[in-house]
């Protein structure tokens, strides 16, 4: 153990921070209560009703926020939300999370699943925020939950909440304000993902239906109207397999090895975009590079339906049953990809009440607009590419910006690194 530091039950910490218990240190540990008349009692507007799946990790989540009117408010008072106050999840499937009360909900209430932590003046409110949502008090919250269900939480049980505290408040605010830098960060990073996210889906919206041109591409042509709607005077319709070559994927479960040399294409594995993974030992079904593979089954309202992959590797994926491969012919593979990807004529297929499967003579009837040459099609295809380039990029950094917050988190909340 190193110098300065002694063993506690919430692990080793410096000799001058304390183990407390949450319930000296709190002047309010309690719920609120769900109206009579449950959600009908919800206004537009009036006082803010913050419900569990209004507090995330560390944040709220407020686009979805209700409120009460006034009489509904003054019937139960003693919830009403101060500055500062700590919400936590106290049951359901959001069992665990805890933000702290911004300005804009202060003076509202909770219902019975969010509980109001109030804290004393010598335990800083974020700092305790950020301790229930790390390891330190998760897992105290899991072994009061019987058999991992993560059932509920009573209040006894979360006074009872053991934390490592620092002598100062002082020092609970640096670790909170630099805990909150990062958050800061992420969020910043949340942020533009979303839109760089939505600048895809817009540009794709003009581009693939030739609303607007590239450069050097179609200029001064007019719109006519054909089957599947409105496109360029010089693009054309044609069915899916005019363009494309058409292959089942095969099964693979008879060859599946946690060390197998080929990645099997499943619906997990294009839903997720190839985080999902299984390997196999065996390739009945090779993909090529360019290949675009689709998933041919899903569950009612599933995202899995008609969603792609494409083919960047030699000798990699092994496409499985239920998956396709459509391999270009006469096409640009990343417009196909782009243009097929969750298509609508698809999508409609999905009744929304049983399993959807997309048949061979649902494929031979798919109709596609292309232009006029695979020049303007891979133009297209690749301005598209190098926007998901840029969210790829974010979505990495975003990764290891997260990965560092709990690498601080770690040093910060067990005083491995002091900051003063």
Not at 187 to 208: C, N, V, W, Y
Not at 268 to 297: I, W
Not at 341 to 356: A, E, P
Not at 357 to 381: S, T, V, Y
């Amino acid at each position: 153990m190193r110098a300065g530091y002694k063993q506690t039950e919430v692990g080793i910490i410096p000799e001058d921070w304390e183990q407390i218990t949450l319930g000296k240190f709190q002047e309010k540990v309690g719920s609120g209560i769900t109206p009579k008349g449950g959600a009908s009692v919800y206004k537009s507007s009036g006082r803010p009703f913050v419900r569990s799946q209004n507090v995330g990790w560390g944040q709220l989540q407020l686009k979805n926020l209700a409120f009460i009117d006034e009489k509904t408010h003054a019937s139960f008072p003693s919830t009403e939300l101060r500055t500062g106050d700590v919400l936590l999840n106290i049951t359901g499937a959001s069992i665990g999370r805890s933000a702290v009360v911004c300005n804009s909900i202060v003076g509202g209430n909770v219902n019975q699943h969010v509980c109001i932590i109030r804290t004393t003046k010598d335990l800083e409110n974020t700092y305790l925020c950020y301790l229930l949502n790390f390891d330190i008090g998760q897992r105290q919250i899991d072994s009061f939950q019987a058999g991992g269900n993560r059932e509920g939480l009573n209040f006894g049980q979360i006074r009872s909440f053991q934390f490592p505290k620092p002598p100062t408040t002082t020092e609970q605010k640096a670790i909170a304000g630099a805990l909150s830098d990062v958050d800061g960060l992420i969020a910043g990073l949340e942020a533009l993902i979303a839109k760089k996210r939505a600048i895809k889906t817009a540009t794709m919206q003009q581009l693939l239906t030739g609303k607007t041109r590239l450069p050097g591409f179609g200029q001064g042509k007019g719109m006519k109207q054909t089957e599947i709607g409105e496109i360029p005077d010089d693009w054309e319709v044609a069915t899916l397999l005019d363009r494309a070559g058409f292959i089942h994927g095969k099964a693979h479960e008879q060859v599946i090895k946690e060390d197998g040399q080929y990645v099997v294409v499943n619906s997990k594995f294009v839903s997720s975009e190839g985080k999902v993974r299984k390997h196999a030992n065996a390739n009945f079904c090779m993909a090529r590079v360019g290949d675009v593979l689709m998933v041919l089954s899903d569950l009612p309202n599933g995202k899995a339906l008609a969603k792609c992959y494409f083919v960047e590797e030699k000798n990699r994926f092994a496409v499985n049953q239920r998956v396709c491969i459509y391999r270009c012919k006469t096409c640009d593979p990343r417009y196909l990809f782009y243009v097929l990807n969750r298509n609508r004529y698809f999508l409609k297929l999905d009744d929304g009440v049983s399993q959807t499967h997309i048949l061979n003579d649902d494929i031979r009837k798919c109709f596609i607009q292309f232009p006029p040459n695979q020049n303007e099609q891979a133009a297209i295809g690749n301005t598209i590419r190098e926007i998901d380039k840029e969210i790829e990029v974010l979505v990495t950094r975003l990764g290891k910006t997260k990965a560092i917050k709990q690498g601080m988190m770690q040093e910060l909340l067990t005083g491995r690194t002091r900051l003063i």
